[in-house]
């Protein structure tokens, strides 16, 4: 896939460019011949290792990214905002509100303003416990339903809904505007998350010594102990979606990205030992009861909706993309 600009637009910016699924995106983003621009916090870490790799025309300050696009946003083709506070036990509201809604709605003006295109992250958190499915319908009423567990996903919603009724309304839009309702992200440059890091990525290192890794129980009935399910995707499906969009301007929405196929926890906790040559070893533990009124059982992306658009691309399988990131682990990789 190469750059298809328009003319003397070369460049993207990606926010939250160092972070997990955006450091994937800037990297093929370069690779397609893209000026990319990141804009991230590294902090003391090592954050920086994500874009080790990657060939870049600038890094930015968050906070300084406002000037830089009052001086550069001639040359942007397109914003690919992946930057937000994406941990769903964050109980700072306030900053969430600062970090997933303001920051997203401002250049979501932006963008219409300046004729840029946009690209943001929603999650499938807005779909809360599942009780309305999990479609991507963009209806003002199907997203009125929808009642999200945590402020992180309440805030995703909040996005998509002020971003619909603008469309609706016929208000200003960027050129072409997508909503990727991600759902279990997982693969490289995911360790720095800490404790929102991937179980894959979390009982990698146990599983590789040959002990016993743990798993929460069920608290309810209709689930067996690791047979909570979610839909579980590879990063390098997500990158593939966002690719898709930049080569596609006409096709425009929220769109639900995973397999389309939910798998248990202990599927994958299974494909991590068996990718390791290892027969599973796991116990069950008690779920934290801060948790359990806010856990998903169930998710499952619809793709009806991604399809009918075009994207023709198959998703790596549960055990394909497991097998895929446990040999990155494997040789060391972050």
């Known amino acids: 896939m190469t750059i298809s600009g328009r003319s003397g637009r070369d460049t993207i910016l990606v926010t939250g460019g160092a972070g997990f699924i955006g450091s994937n995106i800037a990297a093929a983003l370069a690779d397609d011949g893209w000026r990319v621009v990141v804009s991230d916090w590294f902090g003391t870490g090592a954050k920086w290792k994500n874009l080790a790799p990657t060939l870049l025309d600038d890094i930015l300050r968050p906070e300084d990214v406002g000037d830089w696009l009052g001086t550069h946003h001639r040359r942007v083709e397109a914003i690919v905002h992946m930057g937000a506070i994406s941990a769903t036990t964050e109980a700072d509201v306030d900053l969430i509100v600062a970090r997933n809604i303001r920051t997203t709605l401002d250049l979501f003006a932006f963008c219409a303003e300046h004729d840029i295109r946009f690209v943001y992250a929603s999650s499938a958190a807005t779909y809360g416990g599942g009780e309305h499915g999990f479609v991507d ?40 505007w997508a909503g990727l309702k991600f759902f279990n992200v997982y693969g490289p440059n995911e360790t720095h998350k800490d404790d929102m890091r991937s179980v894959i990525n979390k ?125 990155h682990l494997a040789a060391g990789g972050v």
Not at 139 to 168: Q, T
Request: neutral net charge.
């Open 137 to 176: 319908d963009q209806s003002p009423e199907h997203l009125a339903r929808l009642r999200p567990l945590n402020a992180y996903g309440w805030s995703k919603l909040v996005v998509d809904r002020r971003i619909i009724d603008d469309a609706r309304a016929g208000r200003p839009l960027p050129p072409q």
């Open 203 to 327: 009982v990698f290192p146990i599983a590789a010594s040959g002990e016993t890794v743990t798993l929460f129980k069920s608290h309810i009935p209709d689930y067996a102990d690791g047979g909570q399910l979610r839909d579980f995707v590879h990063v390098a499906d997500c990158v593939g979606v966002v690719r898709w969009l930049l080569a596609s301007p006409s096709v425009n929405g929220l769109f639900n990205v995973g397999t389309g196929k939910a798998r248990s926890f202990a599927d994958l906790a299974s494909a991590v030992f068996r990718a390791l040559g290892k027969e599973p070893a796991i116990r069950y533990v008690d779920m934290p009861e801060k948790l359990q009124g806010s856990y998903q059982y169930f998710t499952e992306a619809d793709l009806s909706k991604l399809r009918g658009a075009g994207y023709n691309a198959d998703f790596l399988s549960l055990e394909d993309g497991v097998a895929r990131y446990v040999a």
